[in-house]
């Protein structure tokens, strides 16, 4: 059987990634639909699901996005 509440520990849904993110679920929305992050997609309908993440998904993103300073010339 699955156990829902497990799931709530593990993955987040768009408004707690957003809020992790420090974004407007709008912006996550349009990582998602753009494949910028990676994301799972759970369940059927038109909309093709609902999404969620972990916060390994949110950290592989940041680091990926993080702009590392030039080495000076000695």
């Known amino acids: 059987m699955f156990d ?6 593990n ?7 957003a809020e992790r993110l420090g ?3 709008v912006t996550v929305r ?5 494949k ?6 759970l369940g059927a309908g038109a909309s093709g699901g609902r999404v969620y993440f972990t916060q390994a998904m949110l950290d592989d ?4 996005r993080t702009v590392r300073p030039l080495a000076k010339a000695a």
């Open 4 to 9: 829902q509440s497990a799931a709530k520990q």
């Open 11 to 17: 993955y987040l849904d768009v408004e707690e990634a």
């Open 23 to 25: 974004v407007a679920p």
């Open 30 to 34: 349009r990582l998602t639909a753009n």
């Open 36 to 41: 910028e992050i990676e994301h799972l997609r």
């Open 61 to 64: 993103f940041l680091a990926r």
